[in-house]
Nanobody
Framework: QVQLTESGGGVVQSGGSLRLSCVHSAIRFPINAMGWFRRAPGKQRTLVAAVRRDGSENYADFAKGRFTISRDTDKNAVYLQMNNLQPHATARYYC????????????WGQGIQVTVSS
């Protein structure tokens, strides 16, 4: 079973930045897609951003221009740099990893809380 370990969450003031990190434990089969989802209080879980081994990326509209996803395959890691955070970004953020191209269909982390205070 592949495990995902997230870090970097916490409380930040409006306008601040956070960088989330996630490391996966996959050894036997390579991971293709990695991504971040989030679930705000009272809302459904939504995709924030994803990146694949070929370097292709996709972002939710709300993330474009503020969030940047990156990946270090040597470290089995994916990162989410979040800038100019606003209170509506408060949510639990989940890392995902998939052996195939699809995002969110494979392994999930426990999630990490991000709280943006006004």
């Amino acid at each position: 079973q592949v495990q995902l370990t997230e870090s970097g969450g916490g409380v930040v003031q409006s306008g601040g930045s956070l960088r989330l990190s996630c490391v996966h434990s996959a050894i036997r089969f390579p991971i293709n897609a990695m991504g971040w989802f989030r679930r705000a209080p009272g809302k459904q879980r939504t995709l924030v951003a994803a990146v694949r081994r070929d370097g292709s990326e996709n972002y939710a509209d709300f993330a474009k221009g503020r969030f940047t996803i990156s990946r270090d395959t040597d470290k089995n890691a994916v990162y989410l740099q979040m800038n100019n955070l606003q209170p509506h970004a408060t949510a639990r953020y989940y890392c995902t990893a998939d052996h195939h191209d699809a995002v969110g269909a494979g392994y999930w982390g426990q999630g990490i809380q991000v709280t943006v205070s006004s």
